[in-house]
């Protein structure tokens, strides 16, 4: 079953962001932005690339970029709508 966040990214693309991190690091990821409330829900996409989807809505957006931003382990941002908020 879909939730409110994922039902509003299917909608709106600039409510998913794409990242890649290392594949040990994407429980740690998840357990950060359950403990943030609903700023995101993390997707894996590729476990064994470390790609995952951020699903946010376009009021959380800014949110989830700046934790994924301040992670305590790298994390590269492959969201092409980034480049214009920058």
């Known amino acids: ?5 994922q039902l509003a990214a299917d909608h709106h ?11 040990a690091d994407i429980l740690l990821l998840d ?6 409330g609903s700023i995101g829900i993390v997707s894996t996409a590729d476990g064994k690339q470390g790609l995952v989807v951020i ?5 959380t957006r800014a949110e ?4 994924l ?6 994390v590269e941002i492959l969201d092409s709508l980034l480049k214009n908020e920058e």
């Open 55 to 59: 699903h946010c809505t376009p009021d």
């Open 31 to 36: 357990r950060i932005f359950e403990g943030h």
């Open 13 to 23: 693309p600039e409510c998913k962001i794409y990242a890649r991190l290392n594949p």
């Open 64 to 67: 989830a970029l700046e934790l």
């Open 1 to 5: 079953m879909a939730t409110w966040v």
């Open 69 to 74: 931003r301040h992670c305590p382990f790298p």
